[in-house]
């Protein structure tokens, strides 16, 4: 059996609003979790020291080989244990992903009103298996087994990382060499280990071709994601995207630096139609520039509204389902509903993130997404003073959009004008001035 560390890392080691102006456009394109290869996606709900953990599966292969083992702070009991829904996740992958957005020029020889932005509302158990003994005599102790859904979870405690990992590998679990510190280290912090497989017979009556989401609800005071584990049989980076439901705003990591991703750029029309690819470009051009060694907040808002919406806010009984237990039954998320959702993004591997993500709340309500921004250029007749203005600056915002993009991304300049070019963003293409005489009479 190939264990799968939980790349998502769950069961975390458990360890007044200021006005904004809005963004308005026309939202045309998103990057959800689709864009990167093997990306996690966990849910934390954050209330004092009550914490719900939503785990998403993206396993593809055979349910026999799938495993999963995951440091928590205490011995959950079954009623903490649930089955979620993915689609729930995937809503709020989408209504948190970064997103463009358009904008159209207006006519330059016409004149028009200037509006200011208007401002954002404040606002199973089975039996326990005949190898018991065999258990205990490598220091691992069985606290709790139940069958939930189409998964057999055991509840493990342990004295030492060897007898952890001859016990697991002797059960099935093939743990790489370098898990062995690793499990030493959670140990020594007096965790659990949650440790779940698939329950062939279960899998099979659920139907459905992939697995659904774990659940785990607890209290603890710590506030932390353990991803070390993630790291032990990884092929290479990873991306986790962890989004956290909390009442008091903004979550960002304690012990790394959370950055905001670049954002309310202007680029080039093109990139419309190439906007995964260039997303993905920025995103990596990033994690560059800063050594790979940041966590990255892609969305932070209050829950129950968008602007622009790449996804519709989410139900009141989707977010109860995700583990918001102070928001209502029924009904839609409006304005001032008491939910803070932050969208942090993370690519890491055992070098550049040695340490678990140790998360912290904030006070900061302040809106912020991930958005970038095309402009369609005015193309009716611009015989006017204004209109000769118009063509001039065009020229140096059209070169700046280039140059922007070309930093954002590493994108050559020379290819990325090409392209501008042939998209339409080109002077020669814009309507022919008309004489001055024919200005006169028109």
Known sequence: MRLLFAALAVGALLAPAAPAAAFCGFYVAKADAKLFND???????????RTVITMVNDYVGDPK???????????????????????????????????????FDSNPCRPHVLYDAAPAPTTGATQLRKEKAATRSRGVTIEAQY????????????????GLQLWLDENGYKTPPAAKPILASYI?????FFVAKVNLEAKAKAGGEFLRPLQIAFNSPKFMLPIRLGTANARGKQDLLLFTLTRTGRVETANYRTAKIPSDLEVPLFVQKEFGKFYKALFSRAVSKESGRAVFTEYAWDMGWCDPCAADPLSNDQLRRLGVF???KGGRSRRG????????????????????????????????????ITRHHYK??????????YRRRLAQRWEREARQLATL???????IRAKMAASGQDLKLLPKEKPWWEQLWD
């Open 39 to 49: 990306a996690s996606k966990v849910v934390m709900v954050r209330d004092a020291d």
């Open 337 to 372: 509903v008491d939910v803070f959702v932050t969208r942090l993004h993370v690519r890491y591997d055992a070098k550049t993130f040695p340490e678990d993500l140790r998360l912290t709340e904030t006070g900061d309500r302040k809106n912020f997404q991930g958005r970038y």
């Open 409 to 415: 991304t590493g994108w050559d300049v020379a290819e």
């Open 326 to 328: 102070w928001v209502a």
């Open 65 to 103: 080989d799938f495993a999963m083992v995951i440091p928590t702070p205490v011995v959950l009991k079954r009623e903490q244990i649930h089955i979620g829904r993915a689609a729930d996740v995937s809503h709020l992958d989408a209504y948190t992903a970064p997103r463009m957005v358009e904008y």
């Open 147 to 162: 069958t939930v859904g189409e998964y057999d979870i055991l509840i493990l405690s342990a004295k030492e990382s060897d």
């Open 188 to 192: 020594a912090q007096g965790m659990k």
């Open 380 to 389: 009716g007749d611009l015989a006017c003073a204004a209109g000769d203005a």
